[in-house]
């Protein structure tokens, strides 16, 4: 991916945006050693990164985000 984003200048707008949302992607999926994440966290973080909810968040703040983000639904009770 990092090979053809040097090239970003000369790819359409669809494409750069694919590589945009890969690189976060990326990042939402990197876990601490010895602390995976659970199956349902995994899907949640996932979810997140297909379905664009991170597309506008500086890549630095993924993990950030990504952490509150489980955090939140959490504690979050479920309906009755």
């Not at 990504?66 to 955090?71: A, F, H, Q």
Request: zero cysteines.
């Amino acid at each position: 991916m990092a090979a053809f984003a040097q090239f970003g200048s000369d790819l359409d707008a669809a494409t750069q945006a694919q590589l945009h949302r890969g690189e976060r992607l990326v990042e939402l999926l990197k876990q601490p050693q010895y602390k995976p994440l659970s199956v349902v966290q995994q899907i949640i973080s996932i979810f997140a990164g297909v379905r664009g909810l991170v597309d506008d968040i500086p890549v630095a703040d993924i993990q950030k985000f990504e952490s509150g983000l489980l955090n939140f639904i959490e504690k979050t009770p479920e309906p009755n």
